[in-house]
């Protein structure tokens, strides 16, 4: 990755336009252009000013590869999750997701829900050892309850979250590089939070992050959720 591409990365992920940028470093939008393009480098005053501008090190800038995202990525959006019941079961295993969706498809069962609505998202194991030694990592999952929709017979505690802003991002086919596109998603995420001044919001009774699998015209699809004050 070059400095050029890491330059128009980063300002694309503060909507800001060459113009923009240009303004800001008292250039011309040639010169921006000419900088994304490799053609020409600013001085070293002016990497000093851009890494401050976008809340980066000079070596991330320079050095690193910092366009995260390809065509598999939607544009990141600001979206507001409505008040919602769920159902939440953690696994603990060597292959806790499928475990823990597993387990509550079985609730969802149950309770007659014939499309349920799940989420889910890492949950953090006791120890270090169950990681290196046994290869066990955790993982939650939750079954979303509809209104009309009790949770008799059921061994589980219904929890509740009211209103909550969310920063999302769309993954088109994610299991075709799992290990490369989900997680490239929450760094892309958390990295245009930093940028724009978005803070994650973490507290007890909110979700922090989440994932949501879906299927649309024979297409998977992935929505990461990051939460926002």
């Known amino acids: 990755m070059s400095f050029g591409q890491n330059l128009q990365c980063l300002r694309k992920m503060r909507n800001m336009t060459q113009e923009a940028l240009?303004?800001?470093?008292?250039?011309?939008?040639q010169t921006v252009s000419k900088w994304e393009l490799d053609a020409i480098y600013p001085e070293v005053s002016k990497i000093i000013d851009?890494?401050?501008?976008?809340?980066?090190?000079?070596?991330q800038l320079v050095r690193e590869d910092m366009n995260v995202l390809?065509?598999?990525y939607s544009d990141i959006r600001e979206e507001w999750v409505e008040p919602m019941r769920y159902l939440a079961y953690t696994a603990i295993s060597t292959d806790p997701e499928a475990d823990a969706i597993a387990h509550v498809e079985v609730w969802a069962k149950k309770l007659?829900?014939?499309e349920p609505f799940i989420i889910g998202w890492d949950f953090p194991v006791p120890s270090q050892e169950l990681i290196n030694v046994h290869n066990m990592h955790g993982y939650t999952a939750a079954l979303v309850l509809p209104e009309s929709v009790s949770a008799d017979g059921v061994d589980?505690?219904?929890l509740h979250q009211g209103r909550q802003k969310y920063m999302t991002i769309t993954i088109r086919e994610p299991f075709l590089s799992p290990f490369r596109l989900i997680p490239n998603a929450y760094k892309a995420l958390m990295t245009y939070m930093h940028m724009n001044g978005i803070?994650?919001?973490q507290e007890k009774y909110c979700?922090?992050?989440?994932?949501k699998e879906y299927t649309r015209d024979g297409v998977t699809y992935m929505d990461i959720y990051i939460a926002a004050e």
């Open 112 to 114: 007659g829900l014939v």
């Open 70 to 72: 390809d065509d598999a």
């Open 207 to 211: 979700i922090g992050c989440f994932e």
């Open 199 to 201: 803070a994650h919001r």
């Open 50 to 59: 851009l890494c401050a501008l976008f809340s980066c090190t000079m070596d």
């Open 156 to 158: 589980a505690k219904v």
């Open 22 to 29: 240009a303004e800001k470093m008292d250039v011309s939008r």
